[in-house]
């Protein structure tokens, strides 16, 4: 099992529901955090060993998503 606990660097999020642009996104798309790990790998140097950890990743099946409440 692989879990992820995600903290805004801001305390909140600004990102909105794709379907809807008046309620925000909770909790964050796979999308989203997935492309948030490739930004801070490239950022980061480009570690071949991290490179493969975020190939395996993708080839997951998708993620079973507990969150908590959020308004």
Do not use: K
């Amino acid at each position: 099992m692989l879990a992820l606990r995600l903290e805004y660097l801001t305390g909140r999020c600004v990102a909105t529901a794709y379907n809807d642009r008046s309620s925000g996104e909770w909790p964050p798309h796979p999308a989203r955090v997935f492309s948030a790990l490739a930004a801070e790998w490239a950022d980061g140097g480009g570690d071949p060993q991290e490179r493969a950890a975020l190939e395996w990743l993708e080839r997951q099946e998708p993620p079973e998503i507990v969150a908590s409440d959020a308004f």
